[in-house]
Nanobody
């Protein structure tokens, strides 16, 4: 019912930059927020950054000042500019959207398949 296209992951040296992009499509009625989570090996999935339909942004403290989230919830698109990357940023990054789908009841979180980000030291 909801499909995601994620792009932009890869391998980069410490201090480098990457830009992740995500587009959601399908039977979407309302989009409340979109953003990125990440999961490193042996760790729980954590929020990285989200942007609400009103433009409010939330970042985890470890990426503040280095990552910038932008997006157009009306178009179901979100991007994450990641600068000054560190080895500890290495993880699978997942796009997430809180949506109400056509014919659905209430909002639920929908997830992309994930894209690998690897930062070498």
């Amino acid at each position: 019912q909801v499909q995601f296209v994620e792009s932009g992951g890869g391998l980069v040296q410490s201090g480098g930059s990457l830009r992740l992009s995500c587009a959601a499509s399908g039977n979407i009625f309302s989009n409340y927020r979109m953003g990125w989570y990440r999961q490193a090996p042996g760790k729980q999935r954590e929020l990285v950054a989200v942007i609400s339909s009103g433009g409010d942004r939330i970042y985890t403290h470890t990426v503040k000042g280095r990552f910038t989230i932008s997006g157009d919830n009306a178009k179901n698109e979100v991007s994450l500019q990641m600068n000054s990357l560190k080895p500890e940023d290495t993880a699978i990054y997942y796009c997430c959207a809180r949506l109400t789908i056509l014919g659905g009841v209430g909002a639920n979180d929908y997830w992309g398949q994930g894209t690998q980000v690897t930062v070498s030291s």
